[in-house]
């Protein structure tokens, strides 16, 4: 029977053949001999030896042979045995494996120690070249069994297709990565899924009001109001932003972005001396100054200028921008919370142990300290000053804690006031004075207040909002393993972000809707990339925004708690800006010097600006000074209202962090791959791609309606 092809020769020995002579009708002399590759010399340079080992795939570094192999070929009495195929090479972050390479019709393996080197390829009668290498990633180490952790990982990647060019690009190595849920039928684990996805992104949701409205001179009653009103907001924007704007799972919401010029707003000179309505005043000129913003955001978006302006925007532009943003309340957050330290110092401590500390414990397979952080340090925080409360810590003799501060007599009480309305748990009137059920409406407040002065103020920050959603839209396409978005389809988020924010500025919210950037740090922590979960999420909210005492419960939070938890979710911002860099050459000097001279200026020139309103500390609170800039800035053209918005724009750091950037990151000349270049998906090459459509198109009844704006991906 004739040998297998595929199978070796057999040795002449197990042939029959004596040793030393030739197989009847082979070639020649059995074994054949080698003839040395160097001409026999007393003064062997072992270099060269090393160098032409190298030059034929052979790494003496992981091999423990190289003294024989290396006297064998010397001598020419080396035989040479057919290559066993070694496994290939999987390569943990390129989604294909590394092709092998023929050199002389002699595959050259790297990095495989248990190669000897091939002799010359004149001694060789056929050499069949193995297969090529399929994509699929071969089996590594004990070549069947049971399947390791890193083994199982690796195949998950592979088969979600998260193992791609982009992730190498960024650095990070696919297989460390778990698998996102997308799709479940199940509504139990909809449910789940659903609620701590919202739970995680609790802090972003709902204390923008806490801090914003008893600035603007609100009652416990206004800020239960606002809350639902915030609640309401935002199910509708992230529904609507679920159909019509990106598709991707992400939540709209009160932004940060919004909150440094609407407390500069609410701290102008004109609003500051108010006695009666102060707030409704106040928000009535947030709202008209929103709605304008708003206005020119969705123009921005749906005129495809969005799509020109992306060619501008790269990560070294939004890293110090939106880390800006959070280091804005550096001067706000622990000097509130510093009212009562007593709770706040354990919060933050709690907060801080569930999410670094016990981030890896799991209890029936979900990570709840990492998940519900935020949650959990509130809830036992306030079980916590609810004792303190009760047992009478905070009771002080002739003191009534319902009293405003203004009408104490006593000294000794007045010295008490601040630590009695920002550490008791029963001041609060939210509870006692809200209804049970209530549907916000527009125009609650009275109808918006039109100025030039603020709406330019807001037109500014409307394009800061959007480069911050352009960060938001590209991390969370990557982290739920979809391909980035087109630039007409980021162009018709930012468009729909426009269009619910001009809501928030009809229903009263004091901010503006937009992609939440703790959405990336949410999608990463709850491995929760399904659409239909964060759609339920928004009905729920909808729901909850329709009872009165869920918001009354939400404002009855003590300030101190609340500013507790903004100092760990405005960190969080700004870890999160930072971390746009990992797109970027981290090595790079002039990355490191734009970031760098776009932190330090965003801190100190405002700082210049701020300092003209010292005067007004006398009046307003420390923690105050950094917004009252637009009154009393150093900048005097004659034109009040342009003074006002100049003075105002300067005084934000995320506005001068942008504008330094911006400028520097596209003129400094640098390459693509030093900059970090954001690569956006072509029409053109995703029109027939299945997944691409699933994850990004319109329905084929919306997509009509937007037949006059087809650049923007509809």
Not at 83 to 103: D, K
């Amino acid at each position: 029977m004739a040998n297998d092809p595929k199978e070796p020769p057999k040795s002449p020995e197990k042939q029959g053949a004596p040793r030393g002579k030739r197989p009847r009708g082979g070639p020649g002399p059995w074994p054949p001999r080698i003839e040395p590759f160097m001409a026999p010399t007393t003064d062997l340079n072992p270099r060269d030896l090393k160098t032409w080992a190298k030059r034929t795939g052979f790494n003496p570094n992981f091999s423990g042979e190289t003294a024989s192999v290396s006297s064998d070929l010397e001598s020419g009495s080396a035989r040479w045995e057919a290559p066993r195929r070694p496994e290939i090479e999987a390569v943990p972050v390129v989604e294909r494996v590394r092709p092998e390479s023929l050199r002389d019709g002699v595959p050259e393996m790297r990095r495989h120690a248990d190669l000897a080197p091939p002799p010359p390829p004149s001694t060789l009668a056929v050499v069949e070249p193995p297969p090529e290498p399929t994509n699929k990633v071969a089996p590594i180490g004990d070549g069947g069994g049971s399947k390791g952790p890193e083994k199982i990982e690796k195949e998950e990647a592979e088969v979600l297709g998260i193992d791609r060019p982009e992730f190498a690009a960024a650095g990070i190595p696919a297989y460390t990565r778990r698998p996102l849920v997308r799709k479940t039928s199940c509504l139990a684990s909809l449910s789940f899924y659903s609620l701590q996805h919202y739970l995680s992104l609790a802090g972003s949701l709902v204390f923008v009001p806490l801090v914003l409205v008893p600035v603007m001179g609100g009652t416990d009653e206004e800020t239960a109001t606002v809350v639902s009103t915030v609640l309401l907001v935002t199910g509708i924007a992230t529904l609507l932003h679920s159909y019509l704007g990106t598709r991707l799972p992400l939540v709209q919401g009160s932004s940060f972005v919004y909150l440094a010029p609407a407390l500069a707003i609410a701290n102008s000179r004109e609003f500051r001396n108010l006695s009666e309505n102060r707030f409704k005043h106040i928000m009535k000129e947030l709202q008209g100054a929103i709605i304008v913003g708003s206005i020119f955001q969705c123009i921005f978006g749906y005129s495809g200028l969005m799509s020109l302006f992306l060619r501008f925007i790269n990560p070294v532009t939004i890293a110090p921008t939106v880390a800006a943003v959070g280091l804005a309340f550096f001067g706000y957050a622990f000097p509130q919370a510093g009212t009562c330290i007593e709770l706040s110092i354990p919060q933050l401590v709690l907060i801080i142990v569930f999410t670094l500390y016990l981030r890896r414990v799991s209890i029936y397979g979900h990570r709840i300290f990492q998940v519900y952080a935020v949650p959990l340090g509130v809830a036992i925080t306030w079980v916590y000053a609810s004792l303190l409360t009760a047992s009478g810590a905070y009771n002080f003799k002739g003191c009534d804690p319902n009293i405003p501060t203004s009408n104490i007599l006593y000294e000794a009480c007045r010295k008490h006031a601040i630590i009695m309305k920002h550490c008791r748990t029963d001041v609060s009137d939210a509870w006692r004075t809200s209804a049970w059920f209530r549907i916000p409406y527009p125009f609650q407040w009275g109808l918006p207040t039109f100025r030039l002065r603020t709406c330019m103020i807001m037109v500014v920050v409307s394009v800061i909002a959007s480069i911050d959603s352009v960060g938001s839209y590209h991390a969370s396409s990557l982290l739920i393993n979809s391909s980035a978005p087109t630039p007409g389809i980021v162009g018709r988020g930012i468009g729909l972000e426009g269009c619910t924010s001009i809501l928030a500025g009809m229903w009263g919210t004091g901010t503006g809707s937009t992609t939440l950037t703790e959405n990336v740090h949410t999608i990463g922590i709850t491995k929760m990339g399904s659409r239909k979960a964060v759609e339920m999420g928004a009905v729920v909210l909808i729901v909850c925004s329709f009872m009165g005492k869920i918001g009354a419960v939400i404002a009855s939070i003590p300030l101190a708690m609340a500013a507790s938890v903004l100092c760990f979710m405005w960190a969080m911002v700004v870890a999160l800006g930072l971390s746009t860099l990992r797109y970027t050459d981290g090595g790079s000097s002039r990355n490191v010097l734009i970031v760098g001279l776009s932190l330090f200026l965003s801190v100190s020139v405002p700082a210049y600006f701020q300092q003209y309103g010292a005067t007004i500390n006398l009046i307003l609170p420390s923690y105050m000074s950094p917004y009252v800039a637009l009154s009393d800035g150093p900048i005097h053209t004659g034109n009040k209202d342009f003074d006002f918005a100049v003075n105002g724009l300067l005084s934000l750091h995320m506005v001068v962090a942008f504008l330094v950037a911006f400028i520097l990151d596209n003129t400094v000349p640098g390459s693509k791959q030093e900059r970090g270049v954001y690569i956006w998906a072509r029409a053109s090459e995703v029109a027939n791609d299945p997944n691409f459509v699933s994850e990004y198109a319109l329905s084929s009844k919306i997509a009509r309606c937007f037949r006059w704006v087809k650049w923007v991906g509809a």
